[in-house]
């Protein structure tokens, strides 16, 4: 005989095979804010003429460091939730793992491309390879809206739905990822039409949302970690 579990039993189940998933998922949301000072850092690679210039070159190289972790933590979220979301789709669950794996792709292209400009001035490549670093800086960029652009917006449309309908953290905290999601691809759509620039005050302000949904979740689920919920708590059917 199968005994489902009751809403009470539900809401004093304890799952703790999941506390550690939500530590880890929370852990890797938190690394994805390391690359903060890439902005800062990247400034004098991207400048017109770095390539024939005697650098620095350190700055560039940090920034490049502290984007892989951002890369790697990407991935990091995905693996980590995914056994527990795709409780709730499956097919949605998949769909965000790739998503995130494409962000970090194109995080690692980017950061290839910086540091191929880094490795032209070391060579001594001079006025020659002026325009080809422009090319690359360019081609960083445009990266850099598709990959921490637009992807963010659609990872949080994804794995915002999944937690909403799970109830697995409270329903403000993916609401704010759904309504940042628009902003923020509303926002690419203005820069790569030139209404503002890719870094502007309306940018900023259109990523914000996105950005609060990701680093509230990353805290939640250190501090709290998943809430009682039936998309989790299948597991604790009693079969007899």
């Known amino acids: 005989m199968t ?24 852990g890797f949301y938190l690394l994805t804010f390391v690359s903060i000072p890439t902005l800062a850092l990247y400034g004098p690679v991207k400048a017109l003429n770095y390539v024939t210039g005697p650098g620095p070159d350190n700055p560039a190289l940090l920034g490049g460091l502290l984007e892989m972790v951002v890369a790697l933590a990407c991935i990091g979220t995905a693996v980590a939730l995914y056994p527990v979301v795709k409780r709730q ?7 965000f793992v790739g998503a995130r794996v494409l962000e970090a792709a194109t995080i690692f292209a980017g950061i290839a491309s910086l540091l191929t400009i880094v490795s032209l001035r070391q060579a001594g490549a001079g006025e020659d390879a002026v ?10 960029d445009w990266l850099f809206r598709l990959g921490q652009g637009i992807l963010p917006a659609a990872n949080a449309l994804l ?24 902003l923020l691809l509303t926002s690419q759509v203005a820069t790569v039409l030139g209404a503002w620039g890719q870094v502007s005050v309306l940018a ?18 250190i501090v709290k970690g998943f809430r009682p919920s039936p998309t989790i708590t299948t597991d604790l059917v009693i079969a007899r």
């Not at 799970?166 to 990822?177: E, K």
């Not at 900023?204 to 689920?221: H, N, Q, R, T």
């Open 159 to 182: 794995l915002g739905s999944l937690l909403y309908k799970s109830r697995l953290v409270p329903r403000t905290l993916p609401l704010i990822g759904l309504v940042g999601a628009p």
């Open 204 to 221: 900023a302000v259109a990523a914000v949302p996105v950005a609060l949904w990701e680093f509230s979740l990353g805290v939640f689920l």
């Open 89 to 95: 789709n499956e097919g949605i669950a998949l769909a």
């Open 3 to 26: 005994i489902a579990p009751t809403p009470a039993t539900l809401e004093q189940a304890p799952v703790p095979s999941f506390r550690r998933t939500a530590l880890v998922a929370g």
């Open 131 to 140: 325009n080809t670093a422009q090319a690359l800086v360019a081609q960083y």
